[in-house]
């Protein structure tokens, strides 16, 4: 399994601020959600998503790491909805028992709409964006580095892991643990697992925490950074922009429907 | 420069004494090693020296810590750290995994205490040159080698500018070739005027480095002295401190009377060419002579 | 430390992030269970899709931002190793094939040993770095971990964990409370269909003639009680068997006795 999916391919979309791509997805989000008809996620992912997919050069892996999330998805919201939906009447087809109906279809495909919105959007600004400029661009821009630092040290350590539990499983494999059929009693079988795995991290954690103070972790300076986040006029404003568009989406309808 | 007075300290959950009435003195600038058995107390000791005990670890610490005239025991953990860096055994734990290079990871520490970009950027060539580690500026902290990474977490220490290093068994958990890494670093270190305090168990490469030696035995300090005089002294054993090898083998020939007793033992490969007699001139026993 | 008053705001920043927070998403619950969506017109679920969403993520965007200013370097330093755990054994779990999820163990055992405050921040970051790496899909689920943090830190400071049989009992509570709290994101964002799995039997139930909302509800108390149940128990026997040197070194379950009412250690002079 991949960290961190982010495909550094240099193009223009990689080098926006991510501030500025993070706004985006949220604006696209809110507009999706507000405006509940198919043909709008449709539009943003045809218009928007992809196209910028293809400047990025991710269109491949936007389409795998997508797909493979949105498959099972989709086709369970299509069959459960289609075949259960409570306010179904009219059928579309039959077969036996069981019925499918326009409504259900209908709803179905528009929330499978947002979803897929939602899903690409996402997996988009994740291919195009390092973790380590995110995190600096989200602490320029007044997060706390502390999540910073969580999040980033968390993203290199797993590797380390994954590994360490690998080593123990197959210790524990060598020593003729035996994972027995029985699902519960699977589930014993994990202690011997995570106790080596989760006392071993505490040890880890003592020397971590000494090694963060001894770096003025703690100090309540105001911190610099050693490389600056590139950022442009027109992402400022686009910043501004992208959410006006998205509250607009929000009121314009609430307000057609009083008038 | 670094004094202790009097420093007793016990942990919080043994009551047990670890150290007791340890007197110590360092001068600035120096490269000091401590060195004694496994459990004698020179992790405790590493963290008195930079403040840790008692600001985490608690406990019950007596005594006075003066470091460049100023009491540890006064000053918050902050303040402790910006005078003293620690450099501990375990590579991989230094690494803070806060930043994707090498570069980055130097500058964490800086960027943490608000220090300028230029200034930032001056210092982390100057370390990675003086450390020898300017290739390894752009790869991931998590791709190297033990003694590489240790290379980097005392490289971190150093761009903080700390007028004083302690480093805790820095070599415990690295291979012979880290080993032989890490140990490459500390004499360039003698330039830079850091005071450098080395807790280690493995006497020979001190001998090379350290101006002076200090034995932690019986929860306090047994004896100081060089590093030629510490270890060849005849209580080394007692002190649980392992006498290099040529120390060793000399003493053998001692006791089988091959060499004079008032000899003076010797500690380096060198003192021991001159001690056994070796030069170009002799020459080894050759299968003949055996028979 | 010479700095009081930037202290004393602080922590009444703290405060305030942390109050406004939940009562946003309490309002937002409130709001999606009473004003539930009657019929099935999509405005009305996409209305509800939006505010359970926006209310969700901002208030635990808020709740964090205050949790965290008060964590020491210490509990900081534990977090990364406690989103791992969350994570590597979610994914054993998975390659075992077990029914359950247990991806909230480092949660859990975070909140016991250094206070709510600690786990929220954990479980949400678990949760953002989740969406990083594998699945966007659970991030809008983020407030579940802020609700099992919360329930997991109470129940340490009330002496959960000192009996044997205790922490089943507030492992199945926490885990109705999850169930209850996430349905209406599972329902009005995803339509209940978060995985193959579940979308199965929120569709079952729907057949049987539930509201969607009620579907995903019951869907949840199918799963949730039993995962965290065993999460909480595992956590249980993890801290029979920690040291008490460690435990120690937690001032949260030093003070609130978390593991045995015998009083631990004297606590270390302070020594600012």
Redesign the interface.
Known sequence: MTQAQFVGTGSPVHRLNPVTKLVALLSILVIVFALPQWWVSAIVVVGVLLPAAVIARCGGPLIAVGGRILLPIVVVLVLVQGLTFPGGRTMVWQWGVLSVTSEGLLFALNVGARIVCLVLASVLLVLTTHPGDLMSALTEAGMSPKFSYIISSTLQLIPAFRSRADAILLAQQARGLAVPRNPLRRIGVMMPLLGPLVLGMFTDVEERGTAMEARGFGSTARRTALEAIPDSTAQRVARWVMPLVAVAAVVVPLVWEVL | MIQLADVSYAY??SGRFVLEHVDLRIEPGTITGVVGASGAGKTTLAKIL?G?I???????LSGSVVIGGRDL?GL???AC??QV??V?Q?P?????????TV??EL???????????DE??NR?AEVAGLLRITDLLDR?P?ELSGGQQQLV?IA??LV?RTPVLVMDEPTSQLDPAGTRMVFGVLSRLRGTGTTIVVFEHKPELLHAHADRLHVLAGRRIAASGSPGEILSDPRTDQWGVSATRYTRAARLAREQGLVPAEAPLPVSFEQAAAFFGWSARTRPPSPEDAR | MSDQAPLDTRRSRTRLLVAAGAVIVVATYAYLVVAQPAGMADSGTTRAGLIAMAGYVIGAVLIAAGSIHQLPTTTIAMIPVAIAVNIVVGQLVAVLGLPVYLDSIGTVLVSVLAGPAAGVVTGILANVIWGLTLNPIPLPFAVVQVVIAVLAGTAARIGVFRRVYLPPVAGLVTGVAAAVVSAPISAFVFGGATGGGTGAIVGAFQAMGQSLLASTTLQGLLSDPLDKLITFTVVGILLAALPSRFLQRFPFAREHRVVTTAPLAPPPSPSE
């Open positions: 919080p959950d930079s840790f008692p600001h985490v670890d608690g406990g019950q025991s918050p953990l902050a750290v910006s860096g620690l501990i375990n991989f734990n230094q690494i803070s995994g806060a930043r994707y570069r980055g500058a964490f520490g800086m960027e943490n205490l608000g220090t300028p970009r930032m950027a982390v991931s998590y977490a971190s220490m903080l």
